[in-house]
């Protein structure tokens, strides 16, 4: 069968079994959109490369599915370099198609040439640049292989315009052969017995859960590992979700604005069993002061993270569903064998420091707004397990703070990357992914302003997501910084808090929109915004540009340094 290279790129798209591409057309990928009108795939127009890059991810962290997106060459591909770089960095499974000028006139500065693979390479898995229209399916099929597969992470596949309209003949390749790209998933026998035997004299463990767990689909062998050997659990920003925060043993967020017993167990630790965690500054404060007491058993499918940044007593390279069930079956029979220290001591601990340090924030019926509070009503007024997605900022931290995730692949937001103006796309890649969930965006007026036009290509494509704009009139994390190290001098931090109008602006993107100021109407007006299903629907809660995120660990402090809150001080160990 002849087919062009755009009919084959398409037709190898639906192989993977692509079901939805995230993209706007331009010169280059043109030939490539022609045959997508005939295709099985559905397309989201997206006003901004970036809103393409931001879905895709949002689809696949909520499906597990690598999400697909497609833009032209030149600035549209330099416009998604920030959704791959954050998928790099948060390790989402992202296929990226880019448009390129004609192969002979790359190196000209051709219009709308850019050297996307040159540009792309340092955030990227891989990326090829197609030569032969005959190659498309081998790379696109190698494409989803590498984006899944170990470490996953984000490809790119950059096409120019004479590949896209060379004639090919069609196949589909029945293997693949990438030498020197083996993913170790199974973890050494050997040092998963080591491991064991840490965990066996351990009077003080620690289960630090990373977002490696959600990527290796670990929740499960997660929590019979946990209740195995009873030890707390502490879920990164990433990992939230892949344990119930409803659980016994469930500890909550650590790290900057982690909740003060979290932080703490780590440090005064005698073991920290790190599954699919990487040790970011963020959880580790000031590294040489970090759970100084500690041994470490690290297991990761990255080796280059084991010893990256603390060096393990025993590392396991390994997917981390497979490790922790190879563990969990070592560690029942060593517990047959023998007694394993009692932890009632440890938990007596860990409680009184529950007991002592909660979250805490007040909400006075005739006084400002608390995000906080908004936070707190949204998750108590809508279904268990519902997706939320964040921006990045004070608005995140109180989502990841407040909310209790039950359930995995329920919270998406920006981590290693921290991107402003996530939220909007990538909840509207979510809901494309599971449109049965509901899907409420938590984001910042500052983070707003920067994809909110992709509101309308929700509005087009009636994909009704939910957006709660936690608006300060401030960036607000950047205002908390100001104020605590630079002494007040508030500079370039003040947005306005009616300029834009956001109510009028929504609506203009074919948005149903409310505006909230007063505390008795934070729960009527969300269960408004819950009986929409038709388009989506956003909610302007004007909130106290007074209020901080605690507890914080100041900026190469140590955990130890923890500011609990201004009403209780410093430390309180």
């Known amino acids: 069968m002849k087919l062009t290279g ?18 706007i057309p331009g010169g280059a990928i043109l030939p490539v959109y022609d045959p997508l009108i005939e295709s099985s795939i559905r397309h989201v127009l997206v006003r901004h490369e970036q809103g393409a890059g931001h879905m895709a991810e949002g689809y696949a962290n909520v499906t597990g599915r690598p999400g697909v997106a497609m833009v032209t060459s030149g600035p549209a591909a330099t416009n998604i370099v920030t959704p791959l770089c954050n998928a790099y960095m948060d390790s989402t499974p992202l296929v990226v198609i880019t448009g390129q000028v004609p192969y002979q006139a790359i190196g000209s500065d051709a219009f709308q040439e850019a050297d996307t693979v040159g540009i792309t390479m340092p955030v990227t898995k891989h990326n090829w640049l197609v030569t032969d229209a005959a190659d498309l399916p081998r790379i696109i099929r190698e494409a989803f292989h590498v984006a899944t597969t170990g470490r996953p992470g984000p490809v790119l596949v950059d096409v120019p315009k004479n590949v896209s309209n060379q004639v090919m003949d069609w196949y589909w390749p029945d293997s693949l052969d990438l030498p020197g790209y083996k993913p170790t998933t199974k973890g050494h026998a050997k040092q998963v017995k080591e491991a064991v035997k840490l965990m066996a004299g351990a009077e003080r463990p620690v289960i630090y859960a990373g977002g490696g ?304 100021e007063d505390p008795s109407d934070v729960v009527p007006t969300i269960e408004k915004a819950n009986e929409v299903d038709d388009r989506p629907v956003v909610v302007d809660f004007r909130v106290d540009y007074r209020e901080k995120v605690y507890p914080m660990v100041p900026a190469g402090a140590t955990n130890d340094d923890v500011i609990v809150g201004p009403e209780v001080g410093e430390g309180g160990r």
């Open 213 to 516: 767990i959600l990527k290796a689909r670990a929740a499960e062998a997660l929590r019979a590992l946990a209740e195995l050997i009873g030890a707390p659990v502490v879920t990164t920003l990433m990992a939230r979700g892949a344990f119930p925060d409803r659980h016994e043993q469930a500890l909550g967020m650590p790290g900057m604005h982690g909740n003060y017993t979290a932080i703490t167990a780590m440090q005064r630790a005698d073991l920290l069993i790190a599954l699919g965690a990487r040790f970011d500054d963020r959880v580790t404060g000031k590294v040489d002061g970090f759970a100084p007491e500690a041994r470490v058993i690290h297991v990761d499918v990255d080796p280059a993270e084991l010893g990256k940044v603390r060096r393990p007593d025993v590392p396991i390279v390994g997917d981390c569903r497979l490790v922790i069930e190879e563990m969990v079956k070592a560690t029942r029979a060593d517990r047959a064998k023998r007694d394993w220290p009692d932890l009632s001591p440890w938990w007596q601990q860990v409680r009184g420091w529950q007991e002592r340090f909660p979250l805490r924030y007040e909400q006075h019926d005739d006084g400002p707004l608390k995000a906080q509070y908004c936070v707190e009503a949204l998750r108590d007024n809508t279904p268990d397990d519902t997706i939320v997605v964040a921006g990045v900022g004070q608005h995140q931290m109180f989502a990841s703070q407040y909310w209790h995730f039950d359930h995995p692949y329920t919270f998406v937001n920006s981590g290693g990357l921290g991107t402003m103006g996530f939220a909007v796309p990538a909840a509207v890649g979510a809901k494309v992914g599971r449109p049965e969930s509901m899907v409420w965006a938590i984001d910042g007026d500052g983070c707003f302003q920067m994809t909110a036009q992709e509101l309308v290509t929700a509005s087009a494509e009636r994909i009704p997501v939910k957006v709660a704009i936690l608006n300060n009139a401030y960036l607000g994390m950047v205002r908390q910084w100001q104020e605590l190290f630079y002494e007040e001098r508030y500079s370039e931090v003040y947005l306005s808090p009616d300029l834009p109008d956001y109510v009028k602006w929504s609506e203009a993107m074919g948005c149903v929109a409310f505006r909230v």
């Open 6 to 23: 755009a009919q084959a790129l398409i037709k190898s798209l639906e192989m993977q079994g692509t079901e939805v591409v995230f993209g």
